[in-house]
């Protein structure tokens, strides 16, 4: 289920998926949500491209950090490739 900022207070939580379109964001927070998956989703920039790169605006989904490898599984499962750790 999608959640406000305030449901992260206090606890940090990390970047599970970067949509870079509305399609591909509206489709994941279906998917999170038919999941029962508490996530946040915020806009921000990222850098894209591969000759002219470029700030681009996307979709950057996050969830608590004790669930993000059940979460990153399930995504994966469905076809997205979740972001890196670092």
């Not at 950057?60 to 399930?74: D, G, K, M």
């Amino acid at each position: 289920m999608k959640q406000e900022s305030s449901f992260f207070d206090g606890r940090e939580p990390s970047l599970l998926y970067i949509a870079k379109s509305l399609r591909d964001a509206k489709a994941l927070e279906d998917f999170l949500t038919a999941q029962n998956v508490d996530y946040g989703v915020e806009t921000d920039e990222y850098e894209g491209g591969v000759v002219f790169r470029s700030l681009r605006t996307g979709a950057f989904f996050y969830v608590l950090p004790e669930i993000r490898s059940q979460v990153a599984e399930l995504i994966k499962a469905k076809g997205y490739a979740p972001s890196r750790v670092e």
